[in-house]
């Protein structure tokens, strides 16, 4: 988002959840929040969350500038994939010619005053528009995720009462935009519906996913690389499409 806190209190309004502010990124010019997510039939509590990256006021905003090229609101820049062991995935896309970048170290300040850190892949520009992730080690630093968690019942969507099922008449606010997020006892989980990927070369796009994360995907062809992904909360489904890409 080229506003952070815009962005994050429109994110609120359309989904429904409440973000908690994650940190800034020194160096980078960036800030961020989190909110809970979950992938649609994961068990367990998987540690999967989204950001919400935006520039951070209190540094150099070219430096947000070079780190969020044309992103001018709510998109879906780029997603990650925690492997198993980082050294082997990384060891494997370049056996197979999978063009992740480089690997860099990075940290960010916590609002607490501690301080993350955290090995990654990057590449500029973006391999197949964000598309293909990046990988991501936590090494001994405590996963983001962690305490993103609300009590198991807050997370369930589907109830037995009539009313969950329409959005305006189990939350009032929701027939309003303009109406703040409602307040929750517990955090709200988000789930991840949907992650799709397209572009004009599917089977190359696939096989790039397959080696970083061991994981096969579908791949829709299209005239531009990209990816939609499809998150559902209090408000109903919210689709973001990826920068540049029209949906």
Request: aromatic share 6%; with cysteine; hydrophobic share 40%.
């Amino acid at each position: 988002m080229p506003d952070l806190a815009a962005g994050v209190r429109e994110f609120e309004l359309l989904t429904g959840a409440r973000t908690v502010p994650g940190g800034s990124h020194p160096g980078r010019g960036t800030a961020n929040h989190l909110v809970p997510l979950i992938p649609r039939g994961w068990e367990g509590a998987p540690l999967t969350y989204l950001e919400i990256l935006g520039p951070d006021p209190a540094q150099d905003p070219a430096l947000a500038a070079r780190s969020l090229p044309g992103v001018t609101g709510l998109c879906a820049q780029r997603w990650a994939a925690h492997p198993t062991g980082f050294d082997a995935a990384v060891a494997r896309a370049d056996q197979a010619g999978v063009d992740y970048g480089d690997v860099f170290d990075m940290s960010r300040h916590t609002p607490d005053g501690g301080l993350l850190a955290w090995r990654l892949t990057r590449r500029t520009p973006l391999a197949h528009g964000g598309a293909q992730p990046f990988l991501i080690d936590w090494g001994s630093s405590p996963h983001p995720a962690h305490g993103l968690r609300p009590q198991p019942t807050s997370s369930q969507f589907t109830t037995a009462d009539p009313a969950a099922s329409d959005p305006a008449a189990s939350d009032p606010a929701a027939s309003d935009p303009a109406a703040p997020a409602p307040a929750a006892e517990a955090p709200v989980t988000l789930l991840l519906e949907r992650l799709e990927f397209f572009g004009p070369d599917p089977e190359r796009l696939s096989d790039a996913i397959r080696v970083l994360t061991e994981e096969q995907v579908s791949v829709e062809a299209a005239a531009e690389s990209g990816f939609r992904a499809t998150i559902s909360g209090p408000r109903g489904e919210l689709t973001l499409t990826s920068v540049g890409v029209h949906p």
